[in-house]
């Protein structure tokens, strides 16, 4: 999917797992944090110096990127361009190739959730990996996957706000207590991907539909 370059090495590193694939450094492996999808003003709001980027393809660009999302439709989540195609490994039948979902992985399991699935759930889904217990809800303002471990039996939405046994409130991205006092938070590492992208990169990987609730 994409392959970053360190201009003090010269390596290359796999931005999903950190491992360095080329180059002096190959072999290594970065520390890895896991990755929050948010809106701008919501980052702002949490991480106020932070700087924002943005681009503007060009049109010829534009209007390729708009040919691409008919002919995805059209294929039912199967086209690739062929020269991109024909870069890839084996690929993963299970799932179509391009279906959007949560990939959750640890040192042991790797899971991939398909967003059908979270949807299916009224945006709500508890699950258990690594003999952990994992919450995944769709987060109602940009609509992406959002995980933490959370020793929760039920959660249940009121508004924009996810209310889960036991008091605490999930609001904006943040937790926290009855009292209204923000509670820390530990989350996988995860990343709202494409199937395609997730499976070649954790093969035989679990998806949670073969799962089953309560498995480790």
Request: proline fraction near 8%.
């Amino acid at each position: 999917m994409s392959l970053m370059g360190d201009h003090q090495t010269g390596s290359f590193w796999d931005h999903v797992t950190g491992e360095c694939l080329y180059g002096p450094l190959k072999g290594r492996r970065l520390e890895l944090e896991p990755l929050r999808h948010m809106q701008a003003d919501r980052a702002l709001a949490q991480f106020p110096d932070a700087r924002i980027g943005r681009s503007r393809l060009p049109l010829p660009f534009g209007l390729a990127a708009g040919l691409m999302k008919v002919l995805v439709t059209l294929t039912r989540g199967r086209f690739l361009p062929p020269g991109f195609a024909g870069s890839m490994g084996a690929e993963d039948p299970r799932r179509p190739r391009l279906e959007m979902g949560l990939g959750v992985w640890t040192d042991r399991v790797s899971r991939y959730y398909p967003l059908e699935v979270l949807k299916a759930g009224d945006g709500v889904l508890l699950d258990v990996i690594d003999n952990r217990k994992l919450l995944i809800y769709l987060d109602p303002v940009s609509g992406t996957p959002t995980p933490l471990f959370a020793d929760v039996q039920e959660a249940e939405w009121d508004g924009r706000d996810l209310r889960l046994d036991g008091g605490p409130v999930i609001r904006d991205g943040r937790l926290y207590d009855s009292a209204g006092d923000e509670l820390p938070t530990e989350r996988p590492l995860h990343l709202f991907a494409r199937w395609y992208g997730f499976s070649l990169t954790f093969p035989n990987c679990e998806i949670y539909e073969d799962a089953g609730e309560g498995r480790g």
